[in-house]
């Protein structure tokens, strides 16, 4: 059974930082691409951002001022969150996309085969 674990959320104050990370555990686990999204109280999940192995190539929610990053070899994916604002308060969640087939969409949570528990980010003025 593989299973993502996010850590580093918290809570900061506006303008500060955080470095939320996932790493994947279980069995032999294969990624294609792995992702960040978010959920606000009372809100739909959003997409954040995304990187795909092959090549290194990133995705990212438009407005979006983080920045992710990963270690393939290590199915570890980062997400390095400044300037962050209250509407940045959410459960960010980590998923991974294992099929190199097919047609992949980084914004579409259908395209993921495992979710992360969430990491719960506040954010207060």
């Known amino acids: 059974q593989v299973q993502l674990v996010e850590s580093g959320g918290g809570s900061v104050q506006a303008g500060g930082s955080l470095r939320l990370s996932c790493a994947a555990s279980?069995?032999?686990?294969?990624?294609?691409?792995m992702g960040w999204f978010r959920q606000a109280r009372g809100k739909e999940r959003e997409f954040v951002a995304a990187?795909?192995?092959?090549?290194?190539r990133t995705f990212y929610a438009d407005s979006v001022r983080f920045s992710i990053s990963g270690d393939n070899a290590k199915n570890t994916v980062y997400l390095q969150m400044n300037s962050l604002k209250p509407e940045d308060t959410a459960v960010y969640y980590c998923?991974?996309?294992?099929?190199?087939?097919?047609?992949?969409?980084?914004?579409?949570?259908?395209?993921?085969?495992?979710w992360g528990q969430g990491t719960q980010v506040t954010v207060s003025s």
């Open positions: 998923a991974a996309r294992t099929s190199y087939s097919g047609r992949y969409s980084p914004a579409g949570g259908d395209d993921y085969d495992y």
């Open positions: 279980g069995r032999t686990f294969s990624s294609y691409a």
């Open positions: 990187i795909r192995w092959t090549g290194g």
